[in-house]
T-cell receptor, first 113, second 112 residues
Framework: AQSVTQPDIHITVSEGASLELRCNYSYGATPYLFWYVQSPGQGLQLLLKYFSGDTLVQGIKGFEAEFKRSQSSFNLRKPSVHWSDAAEYFC???????????FGSGTRLLVRP | DAMVIQNPRYQVTQFGKPVTLSCSQTLNHNVMYWYQQKSSQAPKLLFHYYDKDFNNEADTPDNFQSRRPNTSFCFLDIRSPGLGDAAMYLCATHRADNEKLFFGSGTQLSVL
């Protein structure tokens, strides 16, 4: 079955430290991949997406993600975290033949001052 | 300016009392989705429209219905809400030829 896995439920980092959020997918072929951010009580905002081509994609707010086919992973990174980055982060995927977007269970990011 | 608008922001209903949530968009997008998101969980797709074509997820309860009278509006009807239906309901849209999904701020539904 198609699935998206985010193994870390919570991550806490200090402000200014680097960040990596993990995402793995299970699909028969390479899906389209996305990272979304959700602040409390809000809808989701797209950070970045990967369809094909360059495996390192740049997004908004200084985020980037790297697609690794051999590991079925699409990890999100940021070199220096700001307090305003504290939020819930969702990895998502869908096949190009479907409009169904499947979300991972999310990773809650906490930022220490 | 908000482009996907969900009303109301908070909705309280009674157990078994029908409730309707609304979503409107100013983007003229042909694809619209309804997601259910329970506390600390991932959004779960309930159904989506491609124009007027309705697509129901296999595990969406019959208690949930949807209407899309025109491109701009989409409604989620919960015929007999149970306590387990308390959740955030998210509407999202995108153009069929563009992957960027626009989400509304959601409606937080409470069932008493």
């Amino acid at each position: 079955a198609q699935s998206v896995t985010q193994p870390d439920i919570h991550i806490t980092v200090s402000e200014g430290a680097s960040l990596e959020l993990r995402c793995n997918y299970s699909y028969g072929a390479t899906p389209y991949l996305f990272w979304y951010v959700q602040s409390p009580g809000q809808g989701l905002q797209l950070l970045l997406k990967y369809f094909s081509g360059d495996t390192l994609v740049q997004g908004i707010k200084g985020f980037e993600a790297e697609f690794k086919r051999s590991q079925s992973s699409f990890n999100l990174r940021k070199p220096s975290v700001h307090w305003s980055d504290a939020a819930e982060y969702f990895c998502a995927a869908r096949m190009d033949s479907s409009y169904k977007l499947i979300f991972g269970s999310g990773t809650r990011l906490l930022v220490r001052p | 300016d908000a482009m996907v608008i969900q009303n109301p922001r908070y909705q309280v209903t009674q157990f078994g009392k029908p409730v309707t949530l609304s979503c409107s968009q100013t983007l003229n997008h042909n694809v619209m989705y309804w997601y259910q998101q329970k506390s600390s969980q991932a959004p779960k797709l309930l159904f989506h429209y491609y124009d007027k074509d309705f697509n129901n997820e296999a595990d969406t309860p019959d208690n949930f219905q949807s209407r899309r009278p025109n491109t701009s509006f989409c409604f989620l009807d919960i015929r007999s809400p149970g306590l387990g239906d308390a959740a955030m309901y998210l509407c999202a849209t995108h153009r069929a030829d563009n992957e960027k999904l626009f989400f509304g701020s959601g409606t937080q539904l409470s069932v008493l």
